[in-house]
């Protein structure tokens, strides 16, 4: 397979100025007319015109008007020589939508159409010089039977529709905006939609549509109401403005991934548009939010702005993704709200992108090669790459990075621009050098900061070290310029209060620095990195007592967390029972009633068993598993009045309402009753059976079921199937059965039952491969997010793992790929489990016919 490189970007050898596309659609063959005007770049003479083109039927070529015959073919592109300096180029094709499983280009999804073309998709829909840097206006007109497809989408704005001969209609978009080809999209079908019309910030007016199948109408009012708060805080915030009279968000139920920012026609996954509150969990309402807002905040950080090339991903993505954590984080309502946010961004990123940072597919946020660009839709690109940019509003003060975003999109709007163009604008506006920072562009891995404090004669000091381990292709880095937030707490004692009692900011440039304070009668308490100001590891071997002090007074809530989040740790990784100093501190946080419910439900969240592999040489899974539910059952043991005091007294009676507050209510009732189920209340059971019985929300319904799910409650069984039967039309409801089944907790004395039960659904006639969704919320839920029941020490559950990446294979390489992710620490497991995971990548790897997706994923894992 071809490897491509960042270092050989070449810029286009023609433009391609206007698109006019007429598209003829029908399921079993869509006909494609695409008329172009195209330019020669300046210098480029003799070059011939290379264009991509993938799976379409080539049918005719005209270069101004006259048929063209001495074309080269292959299955990958299309080259026409000797050509003017301009011309219009106008190729007919056909491609068959409904023949279509791997969800990128033209697709039929539940009888209507769709486009999904980022990266690489539209390629698959006509002959294009399909890449970011190629920007140009497009009018589209789309032609279908009404009766079949009423509804016909496009970007921009509609300017024309027409009845024509033998029921058939057209609708004409047009969109003012040039853009790149990936950023294409047309919707076509029975598709019903809500409207509001909004006032932007400059006083005009904008259409706002939610598209939906009809029996989902009433679950897009959560949707419209995170679009409209999206748009008015991207206004405050960023003074960023909608520019299109009319935005629209249109729901799929066969989606590759979350949702796609097409100007002005965002395709969503219905998991990321649907939501009623018997239905949708808090989570979803929560996802929903968010995902409108990050695909809402492309139209200016991705399309009037966008990349230069698919090096730059992070350009836009870790851009995006920290604009809707920010935004997310401001709609939580409360200090502790914004905390709440930032720790489960954090705990998602040392869940998953830190060991992708420490795995076989380590990456820098911008790539220097690859062979798919699909496998690079990555944590780290998005969440890694939100952290650097969230490095540099710390570095720059919020002010500072505003003037940074305002310079970067008065130099660059309308253009496709590098990661380096971003970092410079940040620069140039605040006079910061930031040359060193950039390292975080160019070095994977994640670095590691030793912590080592002394004492002597008042004065106190912190020597900062700072290393990163090698990653594939760079042994050695260069240090990395490290902002790490820090308060030295206990300083009352200090001869001048003033000097070490507020939150400061250290920039850690250099291998080794130190910090020195002076004046102090005894040593105090060091809360470092505090917010998660830099993504690293801390290697600080605090003290208990420190850590200790750290839970109950830090004012910072994320380093309040951590201290709980490090005492777990170590308990689960030394086997150390919890000191009575510990269980009493805690019980005085769940008992406390100013706290925030939410960050209670989080303290008490163990650290993922993900996170707790990259803390050990050797993974041992099971023992890693047993000894964190070792840890849970004495939580839930000690602390058991005081977890039927947290299920009693948050009730969140009335109407359902999503807000933060109602949520962490619910979360934290939901781990209440998991506790005293664990520790064995004698109520328990009865307390799952009524909450599931008596719940007029998804979140507390749902959380009941898991309980007696995992649990093996005598309710079990029965409860499932009425779940099952209940929801049963609703397919985002049926993926959470399979979910929580391929998810719940393993038998002890019966290792092997889930994946028994797993392979039982397999068989269940609800059960596809097709639907991305489904497949995920049976397969890679159990694979990927139950690691207690998926590792054991034999070859099952690993065979079982390869055959459905071998099935995928076939019919949908990007989720096929995302599933064999899965073994990529298997270098680190221990030996008994690396043969069993060794043979199953082998199996994988002898098939022919694997995709490029597939194949690079298991070649880096096996190399
Ligand atoms: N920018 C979008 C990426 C995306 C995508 C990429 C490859 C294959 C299918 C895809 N669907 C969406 C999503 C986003 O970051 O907003
Ligand atoms: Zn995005």
Redesign the pocket.
Known sequence: SITFLRSEYKAPAFTIQTVDLDIALNPSKTMVVNRMMIQRAAGQIGQSLVLHGEEQELISVRVNGEIVRGYELTPHSLTIHNLPDQFELSITSANIPEKNTS??GLYVSNGNFFT?C??E?FRKITYFLDRPDVMATYQVTLRAIKKDFPVLLSNGNLIKEEELPNGWHSAVWQDPFPKPSYLFALVAGKLQSIERTIKSQSGKDKLLQVWVEAKDLDKTEHAMDSLIASIKWDEQRFGLELDLDRFMIVAVGD???????NKGLNIFNTKFVLANPETASDVDYSNIES?VA??YF?NWT?NRVTCRDWFQLSL??GL?VFRDQEFSADQMGSASGKAVKRIEDVRLLRQVQFPEDAGPMAHPIRPDSYQEI?NF?TVTV?EKGAEIIRMQQTLLGREGFRKGMDLYFKRHDGQAVTCDDFVSAMSDANQKDLTEFKRWYSQAGTPRVKVEESFAGNTYQVKLTQSCPATPGQDTKEPFHIPLLYKILGTESSSDSSKASNEQLFELTQTSQTITVEGLKQKPTLSINRNFSAPIVLDFEQSESDLLTLLRQDEDAFNRWEAAQKLFMRSILNGATLTSDLLNTLKEILLDGQLDPAFKDLIFTLPAESYLYEQVKVIDPQAIHQSRRKLRHQLAHHLQEAWLWAYEHHQTPGKFNPDAMSAGKRSLKNLALHMLSESGHAGAGDFALKQYENANNMTERYGALAVMVNFASAHAAKCLQHFHQTFQSDALVIDKWFALQATRQSDLSNPRSVLKDVLALRQHPDFSLKNPNRARSLIHAFCMNNPGAFHQPEAASYEFWAKHVIELNQINP?VAARLARGLDRWKQFAPNYQVHMKSALELIAKQDNLSSDVAEVIEKALN
Do not use: D, P, S
């Open positions: 969800l990128m999904q980022e990266a998709g989606f590759n991934m979350g949702a796609m920012e995902v990050h695909e492309h991705g836009k993505e995006t699909n839709y998005y990007q």
